[in-house]
């Protein structure tokens, strides 16, 4: 019998619910997950109340089914911890926060696998834009379409300055952002920007992202994570239940949309990407990413 997704977390929760305390951390800092070769690295300060998860797949930290259902089981650990109170989203590797889906994910799929790619995406992007944490995105590089996305489902995001764009650019790659992409981005810089930068693609730089309030500040990159330190700080003075209320008021109708179509979306997903004429587009992009390096 197939498991429902709460099943499945479940079963990752027992997996990996054992907190990881190396010898060398501070007393006040508990690691969920340490180990370098963690696809997610998580830790929670005690003192502070302060989550930090740092996406951890190198080069380009893509979400692959693995990331996603990592991320997934991490923030639903924290949550569940009564003492967390806020979560900062960045990456291990400077220079790329998230370079969105991994297309390997889409390009030839298996539908199964596909299907549970996108409903883990689904459960991550509720659990994240619901999040009862106050929660803010240390974009500390390039940031397009999936990652952009990751960013919008935070409270606040800060961008690294330099060379590093950040967008909703799924068009450029022949494919459609869904509605709930859509949506998120309408609820962060309007309607009117939103129609503009998801037909073209648009990936803005950090100035052009600050202008259109897609980020909140733009920050040298070496300042990135005690901005967001200290943003937090702002965010956790605010009562938890008035913040949570407030946020589940403004944010609950568009969770509450995606939780009401999710098969039916599951299902455009699938018709969509397995089309031959998106295939082919898909193989194209990836053909030009290879290329760029020559
Ligand atoms: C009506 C419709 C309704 C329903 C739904 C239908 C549609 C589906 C919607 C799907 C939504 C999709 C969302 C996405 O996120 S798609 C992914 C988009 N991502 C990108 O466009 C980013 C691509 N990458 C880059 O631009 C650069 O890699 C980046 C991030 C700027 C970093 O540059 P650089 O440091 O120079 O690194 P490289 O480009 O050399 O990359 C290194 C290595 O990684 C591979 N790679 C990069 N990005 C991805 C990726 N997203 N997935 C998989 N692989 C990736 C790249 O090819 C290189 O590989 P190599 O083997 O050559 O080392």
Wanted: proline share 4%.
């Amino acid at each position: 019998m197939a498991l429902s997704f709460s099943a499945k977390l479940m079963r990752g929760v027992s997996r990996c619910a054992a907190l990881v305390t190396p010898k060398t951390a501070p007393t006040s800092c508990r690691y969920f997950s340490s180990a370098e070769n963690s696809r997610v690295l998580v830790n929670l300060n005690d003192k502070t109340g302060v989550a930090t998860m740092q996406l951890n797949r190198p080069p380009v930290n893509s979400l692959n089914l693995e990331v996603l259902t990592d991320m997934t089981i991490a923030l639903d650990k924290l949550q569940t911890e009564k003492d967390c109170r806020g979560m900062i989203l960045t990456s291990s590797s400077p220079g790329i926060f998230c370079a969105g889906l991994d297309i390997m994910e889409m390009y030839n799929p298996q539908e199964d696998r596909l299907r549970e790619f996108w409903r883990t995406l689904q459960e991550l992007w509720k659990m994240m834009y619901g999040s009862r944490l106050a929660t803010i995105a240390a974009i500390n590089g390039h940031s397009p379409a999936g990652g952009c996305l990751l960013s919008l489902t935070c409270d606040y995001r800060i961008m690294a300055q330099g060379k590093f764009t950040i967008g909703l650019n799924e068009t450029l790659l022949g494919i459609v952002a869904p509605f709930w992409f859509q949506d998120t981005m309408v609820n962060t810089v309007g309607h009117r920007e939103t129609e503009r930068a998801l037909q073209l693609g648009l990936l803005y730089s950090g100035e052009n992202a600050l202008k259109v309030g897609l980020i909140d500040e733009l920050v040298s990159p070496e300042k990135v994570m005690e901005t967001a330190e200290g943003q937090m700080q702002m965010w956790l003075k605010i009562p938890d239940f008035a913040r949570q209320l407030t946020k589940e008021q403004l944010r609950g109708p568009t969770v509450q949309k995606l939780a009401q179509h999710q098969e039916a979306d599951i299902d455009h997903f699938v018709n969509f990407i397995t089309k031959k004429a998106i295939q082919k587009s898909l193989e194209m992009y990836l053909n030009m990413l290879k290329q760029k390096k020559k």
